[in-house]
């Protein structure tokens, strides 16, 4: 199975480094600039996996966070939030909203993939 990781990132830059270090680990992306357009793709394509900013135009994180959990079809979808901010408030309030996990920009490739590992192990147990 490819698993499929919709990745939504305002910052073309990480935008684009993410989805070239994404795809060497065989991971299928869909991209996109905001919240609104990642809602829209999530429910297109239904990834296996969400990682996205908080912070970015139109619908941030936490806004997209309710939004997947009242949707039918994406209310299960693991997010991951990426941030810049760490105090634990942020923390606190993605991981109250359903949150998968929540990490500090900026981090390490290898501890966002340990993150996506563990979200797509948590997400395939009944």
């Known amino acids: 199975m490819n698993t499929r990781i919709l990745l939504i990132e305002d910052k073309a830059g990480l935008l684009d480094t993410l989805k070239s270090l994404l795809e060497l680990h065989d991971y299928t992306v869909i991209t996109a600039s905001n919240g609104e357009e990642g ?7 239904l990834p ?4 996205s900013d908080i912070y970015m135009p139109l619908i941030n994180g936490y ?3 309710d939004q997947f959990r009242e949707h039918p079809l994406l209310h299960k979808i693991p997010v991951l939030i990426t941030s810049g901010k ?3 408030d942020e923390i606190t309030t993605a ?6 996990g929540y990490l ?13 590992k563990k979200a ?3 997400h395939q147990q009944p």
């Open 104 to 116: 500090i920009k900026p981090f390490v490739f290898a501890h966002l993939h340990e993150q996506i």
């Open 39 to 45: 809602f829209a793709k999530a429910i297109r394509y």
């Open 63 to 65: 806004e997209l966070l």
């Open 48 to 51: 296996d996996l969400v990682i």
């Open 95 to 100: 991981l109250q909203k359903g949150a998968a």
């Open 86 to 88: 760490k105090e634990d």
């Open 120 to 122: 797509l192990k948590r």
